[in-house]
């Protein structure tokens, strides 16, 4: 990465520009395949299960969202770790700081495995479930018990492959994991019909592939930060650090999960199955325009963490300005899609189900119409941490929780189950009118104080 930004001037937006879709790009197109298989999950799950089949999927994803998380949280705590290292040319810390990970890696899987055992089928029976989708739920989680670490480790070893300056073999690994599920999802549900739990373990065999890949790749000539087991370490004060930035991406994740719970909670009270069905697919069809925006933070994330470690504030904020306008003007786009063409896309994951259509274009329009503001806001959680202000980022993620609370609580009471719907977007316009100018003051400070100590030097 030194090399790549070396030449670059502090007015030089082209080169800036080049630099920062050099890691958007390829990070866009591994996390856009990533919600491709599942969104093919849905489409198998709708297709050949029902809408149950997705009610109880639909319920496991909380719990799964938060192994997630734990992934997202090694794999961008340490990654913008190993980059703020490499821009202060540390090359030894940044290595201390990638093996820090790995271990980190490890001792999450085993907390994940311990939870998931004792409170794997209590976690959705306290959303609502019951019957089968209970049943189904319950077969899904029960291989991420054992499978767990390999689900983390997929997620945040592709990140740490990015922080090496190897964007474009995280991506090709990410593509590779996304065709394996793929594949592994066509055989074990369309024909041995395994149901859920052929989905998940379809999952779980491709992230054990990653795994396997990715580890491997850290220990041989190719990888920058190169380890082996003379200098593999695991620094508590470095793991300590890396948690602390990382939260904030846990804390995206135990939003999603925490709101797709009390969705679940909410429209069993106040409807059934169906509702939950189409809730399903709601979040299947926002899973790629919000995977476009994380993948957009997730490129932004190391030449921001390169350019704090090198004092050089313009370039942050050119590149976070940047950033910005990809992920709100593609979320305008996507909202205006999906309102043009809602039924033609619910189709896409119903067996011809008419009350799961309508109920599903419904909530659609009411859950949907400000998505764009979401993608903002995972955005703006992703710069604090970039630059080294976890507690900003952290407050940011769980802002996002707190403030849907009271329109949770009052909106289903006034409005029944629309006022379910439109908790979320209700909310998230709120928050940005917070998150808005708290980002836009830090970037001006950023680049006043980058001028000053320029000035000075001269």
Wanted: net charge neutral; glycine share 10%; aromatic share 10%.
């Amino acid at each position: 990465m030194q090399e790549q930004f070396s030449h670059e001037t502090p007015t030089n937006i082209q080169s800036i520009s080049k630099t920062f879709w050099r890691y958007a790009i390829p990070s866009v197109a591994a996390m856009l395949v990533n919600g491709l298989y599942q969104v093919i999950d849905g489409i198998f799950v709708g297709h050949f299960i029902g809408f149950e089949g997705l009610a109880g999927i639909n319920m496991a994803w909380p719990v799964i969202g938060l192994i997630t998380g734990l992934g997202l949280l090694v794999g961008m705590g340490t990654g913008s770790l190993i980059s703020i290292y490499k821009g202060e040319g540390n090359h030894s810390k940044a290595q201390q700081a990638l093996s820090t990970g790995l271990g980190l890696i490890a001792i999450a899987g085993l907390l994940v495995m311990m939870v998931l055992a004792m409170m794997g089928p209590s976690l959705l029976i306290a959303q609502g479930a019951t019957g089968i989708p209970l049943a189904m739920g319950t077969d899904y989680i029960e291989v991420f018990t054992w499978g767990g670490v390999f689900t983390i480790a997929a997620g945040a070893l592709p990140m740490l492959i990015r922080n090496d300056d190897s964007p474009n073999f995280s991506t090709a690994l990410m593509m590779a994991g996304a065709i394996i599920n793929i594949v592994l999802d066509y055989i074990f549900i369309a024909h041995l019909d395994m149901g859920l739990k052929g989905a998940a373990i379809a999952t779980i065999i491709a992230q054990i592939s990653i795994t396997i890949v990715a580890v491997t790749y850290f220990f041989t000539r190719y990888s920058k930060l190169r380890l082996s087991l003379k200098n593999f370490t695991l620094n508590w004060s470095i793991a300590a650090n890396a948690i602390s930035l990382g939260t904030s991406s846990l804390f995206m994740y135990a939003y999603f999960s925490f709101i797709v719970a009390v969705h679940n909670k909410l429209l069993m009270d106040y409807g059934s199955a169906v509702h939950v069905g189409g809730f399903a697919i709601v979040g299947y069809l926002m899973t790629m325009y919000y995977l476009l925006a994380e993948g957009i933070a997730s490129g932004m994330q190391p030449p921001v963490s390169y350019y704090y470690g090198a004092g050089h504030g313009k370039k942050i904020r050119a590149t976070l300005i940047l950033a910005s306008k990809v992920v709100v003007l593609t979320g305008i786009t996507s909202v205006v899609l999906l309102n043009l063409f809602p039924n033609t896309l619910v189709n896409l994951f119903s067996n011809g189900d008419p009350s799961l259509a309508a109920e599903t274009v419904n909530g659609l329009r009411l859950h949907l119409f400000a998505m764009f503001l979401d993608g903002f806001i995972a955005l703006a959680s992703v710069y604090f941490m970039s630059v080294n202000q976890g507690g900003k980022a952290v407050a940011i993620s769980a802002g996002n929780m707190l403030v849907q609370l009271p329109f949770l609580y009052f909106l289903p009471q006034w409005l029944g189950v629309n006022g379910v719907w439109l908790s979320v977007p209700l909310s998230n316009i709120l928050l940005a009118a917070i998150v808005v100018p708290l980002v836009w003051q830090d970037i001006q400070n950023k680049q006043r104080s980058d001028i000053s100590l320029r000035t000075v030097a001269a």
